[in-house]
């Protein structure tokens, strides 16, 4: 059965940092990408970042130098570093990992910018 437990989330000021976690079990990892989404109250899903089973990223250009995607594919687990946050990124984040045939996502973490 496979698992995503994400963790992290929480209240941060604009301009402040979070750090947000999604650890996967019940599958291979490294073979497969993982992203980042978010969703806002009232909009739709949006992809924030991803990251290859071998390390290349791509993120969305709203958080291009802002946030970071990383990942461990020993420890089966993917990292969101969110610095310079603003009001604009609060949002629930899931991650996802993409497997061919089927995606799989975790419950999602909230994420709260504001002062």
């Known amino acids: 059965q496979v698992q995503l437990v994400e963790s992290g989330g929480g209240w941060a000021q604009p301009g402040g940092s979070l750090r947000l976690s999604c650890a996967v079990s019940?599958?291979?990892?490294?073979?497969?990408?993982m992203d980042w989404y978010r969703q806002a109250p009232g909009k739709q899903r949006e992809l924030v970042a991803r990251?290859?089973?071998?390390?290349?990223?791509n993120y969305a250009g709203s958080v291009k130098g802002r946030f970071t995607i990383s990942r461990e594919n020993a420890k089966k687990t993917v990292w969101l570093q969110m610095d310079m946050l603003k009001p604009e990124d609060t949002a629930v984040y899931y991650c996802?990992?993409?497997?061919?045939?089927?995606?799989?996502w975790g419950q999602g973490t909230q994420v709260t910018v504001s002062s």
């Open positions: 019940g599958t291979i990892f490294r073979l497969y990408a």
């Open positions: 990251i290859t089973g071998v390390g290349t990223t």
């Open positions: 996802h990992l993409d497997r061919p045939g089927q995606g799989y």
